[in-house]
Every structure is written in structure tokens, then in C-alpha cells.
């Protein structure tokens, strides 16, 4: 079975600091996508960013990069130079073939002012 | 971008009444549809997956009887929580993938979710 942790339920930076949050995975496939989510107060869920796992090199978007390192089966999403928009729940989430996601259980972040 | 359209945002209901959510592609065909539930500052529980054009696929532990689920075209999936009782209360949300990607690495394009209480 596929199982996503997320080991940290709540964290908070400072704004234009940056942030690290954690993820790791536990599969047996080889080829698999990774995902992170944010879902804001307004509970709209909005894509980050992607991984494919047969890329060693790291995804980025902007202020949003991933260290994905898949012999440990780890998938952190950094968050630079954070601004307040950031303030959300953070869900890392992973598919293999098939259409099941898996989700985490969540990252409770806040960035204060 | 890939656009879902979940409604209503929210609503209130008596006991004993059923409520349909519905859940549409705006922009792509969408072949599998999936419902979620979501619980306060809790992550996303998949509750069924809808195909267009045959039975949804429930998890485990999910009435199919009381959360029924149709998706008879490619962009519109509707759930009906029959029979709702207060434990009911909860946040659904809707999620799709774009079809015509064909690929399993398209991401979920989610709706707005739904708020329901049950009164």
C-alpha cells in the first residue's frame, strides 16, 4: 500500500524568510508522480508544484522548489522569500499508474508579518 | 488552465432530506471524476471515484446507498447525500482529471468544495 506522511502539523516563518516542509513516501513502484497542494483559508484546493520520478533534477516554480530525493523516498517542498499569501494548509500528494491520489495529512503553515 | 466548477458552495439542510452536489469540467472532458470528504484541519478522504458512463467505485466504509453518485456525460458528476443526518456535516469537494492528457501525471483540478450542514 501506498502511504504519504507528512511528520509536521503545524510551522510558521517569517515573512521573506524561508521555510522547509517535509515529506516523505513509502512505495514499491518505480515510476510515480509526487505533488504538492495548498488548500488557503477559502479551502480552494490550488497545485504547487510536481515532481515526475524519473527526473533527478528538482522541480521549481518561482518561489517553490522541491528536494526530491527518491532513495529515501522523501519529497520537501521550500518555500522562499514567503508572503503572507502563503498562509495555508500544505498537502503533498502522490499517484502512481492508476488514478488514485494519495495525500498526506497535512502541513499547517503561517507566515507572520 | 483546467477549470472545476463545484456547486453549491454551501448549504443547510434538514435531517432526513437529501442534498445534491454537483461537480463540472468547465473546460476539458473529464472521464473520471472523485469525491472527497474533508473534515476541520484534516486532509482530503476519498470517498468514491465516479466513470462516466458506468458505477462509481466507493472506498471502503463509504455507503454507496446514502452518498449516491451519477456522471452521466464527460462533464458533470452529481453527488446526493440521501437521508442526511448531522453527522453528515462536512466539507465535499470534487476533483477531476483532464482527460485528454492521457497521461497519469495530470493533476487533480479541484472544485471549490461544498459545505454541508446538517441541521
Known amino acids: 500500500a501506498q502511504t504519504v506522511t507528512q511528520s509536521q502539523p503545524e510551522m510558521s516563518v517569517q515573512e521573506a524568510e524561508t521555510v522547509t516542509l517535509s515529506c516523505t513516501y513509502d512505495?514499491?513502484?518505480?515510476?510515480?508522480?509526487l505533488f504538492w497542494y495548498k488548500q488557503p483559508p477559502s479551502r480552494q484546493m490550488i497545485l504547487v508544484i510536481r515532481?515526475?520520478?524519473?527526473?533527478?533534477q528538482n522541480a521549481t516554480e518561482n518561489r517553490f522548489s522541491v528536494n526530491f530525493q527518491k532513495a529515501a523516498k522523501s519529497f520537501s517542498l521550500k518555500i522562499s522569500d514567503s508572503q503572507l499569501g502563503d498562509t495555508a494548509m500544505y498537502f503533498c500528494?502522490?499517484?502512481?499508474?492508476?488514478?488514485?491520489?494519495?495525500f498526506g495529512t497535512g502541513t499547517s503553515l503561517t507566515v507572520i508579518p | 488552465g483546467a477549470v472545476v466548477s463545484q456547486h453549491p458552495s454551501w448549504v443547510i439542510c434538514k435531517s432526513g432530506t437529501s442534498v445534491k452536489i454537483e461537480c463540472r469540467s468547465l473546460?476539458?472532458?473529464?472521464?473520471?471524476m472523485f469525491w472527497y470528504r474533508q473534515f476541520p484541519k484534516q486532509s482530503l478522504m476519498l470517498m468514491a471515484t465516479?466513470?462516466?458512463?458506468?458505477?462509481?467505485?466507493?472506498e471502503q466504509g463509504v455507503e454507496k446507498d446514502k452518498f449516491l453518485i451519477n456522471h452521466a456525460s464527460l462533464t458533470l458528476s452529481t453527488l446526493t447525500v440521501t437521508s442526511a443526518h448531522p453527522e453528515d456535516s462536512s466539507f465535499y469537494i470534487c476533483?477531476?482529471?483532464?482527460?485528454?492528457?492521457?497521461?497519469?501525471?495530470?493533476?487533480?483540478?479541484f472544485g471549490n468544495g461544498t459545505r454541508l450542514t446538517v441541521t
Open positions: 476533483s477531476a482529471r483532464d482527460g485528454g492528457s492521457g497521461s497519469y501525471n495530470s493533476p487533480l483540478h
Open positions: 512505495t514499491s513502484e518505480n515510476n510515480y508522480y
Open positions: 515532481q515526475e520520478a524519473y527526473k533527478q
Open positions: 500528494a502522490f499517484i502512481h499508474t492508476g488514478n488514485q491520489f494519495y
Open positions: 473546460d476539458f472532458q473529464a472521464t473520471t
Open positions: 465516479s466513470n462516466e458512463g458506468s458505477k462509481a467505485t466507493y
